[in-house]
């Protein structure tokens, strides 16, 4: 079971609206041997994971040695979708301001 997904500064700039839908399909892959990275064709994500968490980023980030990444509560990423989709609860905004504060 994953605890936190991280996600970079790009995933969350130009692809947040398909993590929900990445992250059901990662959960499903099958990798080929010495496959590590999950590639999400329908939107600019690649995907791996390491000690419990997983990682969103861009193909261009890939290449970078640092990526700064927003953790993100693997319980609360649905409510994070759904904002950003406009199908949210009012008492979800708040809870989505609150994980978003400084990741843009």
């Keep these: 079971m994953m605890n936190t997904i991280y996600i970079s500064a790009d995933v969350i700039q130009n692809s947040m609206l398909y993590t ?38 861009s193909e261009a980030e890939m290449t970078q ?21 406009g199908v949210v609860q009012p008492a979800e905004v708040n809870q989505v301001l609150r994980l978003l504060k400084g990741a843009i």
């Design 65 to 85: 040695p640092k990526i700064p990444f927003t953790p993100i509560p693997a319980a609360e990423i649905g409510a994070l979708v759904r904002s950003m989709a």
């Design 20 to 57: 929900g839908d990445a992250i059901a399909v990662f959960s499903s892959w099958k990798p080929k041997r010495r496959e590590t990275v999950f590639r999400y064709e329908k939107a600019d994500i690649r995907i791996t994971a390491a000690n419990g968490s997983i990682y969103l980023m």
